[in-house]
């Protein structure tokens, strides 16, 4: 499996950065996200803000660029703003992650530049949680 740095998973996610504007003013591409699989192959994606709900975050991209390959396992995944600094998935994407597969509850989560968690930390009580 190809190792990655988190360093270098972050410059991966900035690398898609562009941020522009569409149609009524809505902005796409100002979140970067990079992921890496169980593979060793690395997906990127951005941000696609729109009206109504209908638009989705970079994670949600990436992940579907992945799933799009055949792949369903993260090992570690990143996304960032301007300047390339990491912020922590919405709630929306860490059940997205965890619903892709069983294992991504495992997967490595950069939440900052030298901070990293697992996904099981920031989604204690999944969806498909038995209690």
């Not at 709900?53 to 990143?78: N, P, W, Y």
């Not at 619903?99 to 099981?120: R, T, Y």
Request: proline share 5%; net charge positive; hydrophobic share 40%.
């Amino acid at each position: 499996m190809t190792q990655i740095s988190n360093e270098e998973l972050i410059k991966k996610a900035k690398s898609v950065l562009k941020p522009r504007k569409i149609k009524h003013g809505f902005t796409v591409g100002d979140v970067g996200c990079a992921l890496i699989t169980d593979k060793g192959n690395v997906y990127l994606g951005v941000s696609i803000d729109t009206g109504c709900g209908m638009g989705f975050c970079a994670e949600h991209s990436a992940i579907a660029a992945m799933v799009t390959h055949g792949e369903h396992v993260i090992r570690k995944i990143v996304a960032v703003v301007e300047n390339g600094i990491p912020i922590p998935p919405c709630g929306r994407c860490r059940e997205f992650m965890h619903q892709i597969h069983e294992e991504n509850i495992d997967a490595e989560v950069i939440i900052g530049k030298n901070k990293s968690v697992k996904l099981k930390d920031l989604l204690p009580l999944p969806w498909d949680a038995k209690g």
